[in-house]
Structure formats: structure tokens, C-alpha cells
């Protein structure tokens, strides 16, 4: 089923993201997760994919155990800075015979003293290649405050568009803890020309080193009334972990409220913290 129609009812999309195991471990390892996850019935789930394409086997192997052992709708991730254009076609053709048809086509990010391949530089690139194949429906990744590559907001839009206009239907969020920050940018894409669907990245935080790594490697703000969760709750799990889901469950209601498209949980493969999020909002859906 193409994701992008899921937008037209007018509802909030809920939908969750997932990653496949570590090298070291066995692709068995996410399995007991995932029972866990399907059941709470997200629209769809993507899964991410390994930097560089290392482990591209797992990730379509998690995507095919969603759409077909579980029946649900999937989102396979796909990068594309160290391959060639057959690299990306060998992967496509399993995709495609695995029954998956909904692509996020990234660019990927740089892996220090690996040289890029150049058959692709950018995601919008990577989008016209698999629009010009055919049989996959495709979205792109965007970036309320700024892709930290990007010289300014406004460069980065324009570059956004040029996404879209290569075949995004609709855009996932890089995550992000200030609601007003989505908002404007929702407000540059309109003025920009970007029509369609943009779902909000929400990551619950529930431990002090995922913050410091996702804010070092995101560049996230962070408002007070969160770094005041941090400091008060950081030495105790358990408090930090309640705050940090009452916090993602604030953003999802406001978002919710204010009539965003969709809303895309980072779940870091944890069902405890989607089922307590997915129960609050539920009903707003
Ligand atoms: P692009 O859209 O190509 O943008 C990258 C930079 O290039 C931006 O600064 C943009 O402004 C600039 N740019 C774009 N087009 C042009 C142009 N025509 N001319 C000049 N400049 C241009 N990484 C993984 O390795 N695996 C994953 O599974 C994964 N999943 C992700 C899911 C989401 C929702 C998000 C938000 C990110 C994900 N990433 C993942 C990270 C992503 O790969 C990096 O953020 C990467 O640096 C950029 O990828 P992109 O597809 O957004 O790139």
C-alpha cells in the first residue's frame, strides 16, 4: 500500500520506526520487540538502515517480517553515499520481491576515511533514480532545525524541494523537542512550495547518554522545561524514563491538537515506552 494515501483521511498518522540488531547480534535478537510493537497497531513501521548499506540483508529482512508475518504496511530505509547505482538496484529488486513498496531514500551520512561513491550525491538524486524505475512509492527525510550540512534554512528548503519534486510523497522529521521549531518549519516548507504530508519525529528520551549522543549527533535544541528533566531526574533511571515519555506525550498531544499530519516514534526498539506513549494518544488519533 502506498503510506502517502494513509494521510488522506485527515487523521493523524501514528507510525513507529525500528532498527535492526547490532552486527554482533542475530536479526532473532528484534524479534521479541517487534511481537511487541506490531500489536500496538502503528499505521506503519520503517527500519532504518546500517550506515554505508553494511547491513542492508537485516533491514530488509525486518521489513519483511512486518509486512508479512505481521501484515503491517513498512517503510524500508535506503541510503545511498557509498553505493552505485547497481548496489541500489540489487537492493530495490529485493525489496521488491519481498512485497515491500514504500521506500525512505536518504543520502546517508559520510563515514570518515571511506571514500563516497558518486553515482549519487544527494537523496533527491537517489529519488528520481527509483522513480524512474517504477513500482515504489517513495519518502524523504527532512529537518525542522536545519540539516547541519546546510549553509542556512532557507538553502535547505530549497533543497528540500528539490526532494519532493524528485518524487517524495510525503517527508519524516529528524526529531526534535520544541514543537514551535516544527511549526515554523511547516510554515517555510508552505512558503516554499512543499505540499505534502510532513510527519513529526518524536523520541521519547529515556536515558541521560541517548540524549547527549542524539543532541551531539542532531544538533536538537533543547527547551528549558526539558533540560530542567535532565538535571532534576538524570541519576534516576526510573524518574527519567516517566518524564521522558510524560514529555514526548506533551509534544504528540500539541502536535496532535495543531492538526499535524503524522506522528513518527523513534521507539529505539522499546515497546514499553511505545505502548505507554501509543495508550495516551490513542484516542486523539
Ligand atoms: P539530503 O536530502 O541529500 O541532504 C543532505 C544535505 O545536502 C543537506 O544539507 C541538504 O541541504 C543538502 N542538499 C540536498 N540536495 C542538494 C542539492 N541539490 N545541492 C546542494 N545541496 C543539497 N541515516 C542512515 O544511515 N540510515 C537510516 O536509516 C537513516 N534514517 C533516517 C531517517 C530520518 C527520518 C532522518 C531525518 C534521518 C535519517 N538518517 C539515516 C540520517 C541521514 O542519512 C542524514 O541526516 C544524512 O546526513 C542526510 O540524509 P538526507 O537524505 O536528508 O540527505
Do not use: W
Not at 28 to 55: K, M, Q
Not at 206 to 234: D, H
Request: hydrophobic content about 40%; glycine content about 6%; charged content about 20%.
Amino acid at each position: 500500500m502506498n503510506i502517502s494515501d494513509m494521510y488522506k483521511s485527515g487523521k493523524t498518522v501514528l507510525s513507529f520506526e525500528v532498527f535492526p540488531p547490532k552486527k554482533t547480534s542475530p536479526i532473532e535478537s528484534v524479534y521479541g520487540a517487534l511481537d511487541e510493537l506490531t500489536a500496538l497497531n502503528p499505521a506503519y513501521i520503517s527500519v532504518t538502515y546500517g550506515a554505508g548499506g553494511t547491513a542492508a540483508d537485516n533491514t530488509i529482512a525486518i521489513a519483511s517480517r512486518i509486512r508479512n508475518t505481521y501484515n503491517i504496511e513498512t517503510i524500508a530505509h535506503l541510503t545511498c553515499v557509498n553505493s552505485d547505482r547497481n548496489q541500489v538496484k540489487d537492493v530495490l529488486e529485493k525489496l521488491r520481491e519481498n512485497n515491500i513498496d514504500n521506500v525512505l531514500a536518504l543520502r546517508g551520512d559520510r563515514i570518515p576515511d571511506v571514500e563516497p561513491k558518486t553515482d549519487f550525491r544527494y537523496a533527491s538524486e537517489l529519488t528520481a533514480f527509483i522513480k524512474e524505475l517504477g513500482g515504489f512509492h517513495i519518502a524523504g527525510a527532512c529537518y525542522p532545525e536545519t540539516h547541519p550540512e546546510a549553509p542556512d534554512d532557507v538553502t535547505d528548503i530549497i533543497n528540500l524541494k528539490k526532494k519532493v519534486d524528485a518524487g517524495a510523497e510525503f517527508l519524516i522529521s529528524q526529531l526534535f523537542f520544541d514543537n514551535d521549531i516544527f511549526y515554523k518549519f511547516q510554515k517555510r516548507c508552505l512558503i516554499a512550495g512543499i505540499n505534502v504530508p510532513i510527519e513529526a519525529g518524536i523520541m521519547p528520551v529515556i536515558n541521560k547518554n541517548q540524549i547527549q549522543r542524539m543532541v551531539s549527533l542532531c544538533g536538537a535544541s533543547l527547551p528549558s522545561k526539558f533540560s530542567k528533566i535532565m538535571t532534576r531526574f538524570g541519576d534516576n533511571p526510573e524518574a527519567l524514563r516517566d518524564a521522558g515519555i510524560a514529555y514526548a506525550i506533551d509534544q504528540c498531544v500539541d502536535l496532535i491538537s495543531s492538526g499535524v499530519s503524522g506522528i513518527h516514534l523513534y521507539t529505539m526498539n522499546n515497546p514499553y515506552v511505545a505502548r505507554k506513549i501509543t495508550e495516551a494518544i490513542g484516542k486523539l488519533l
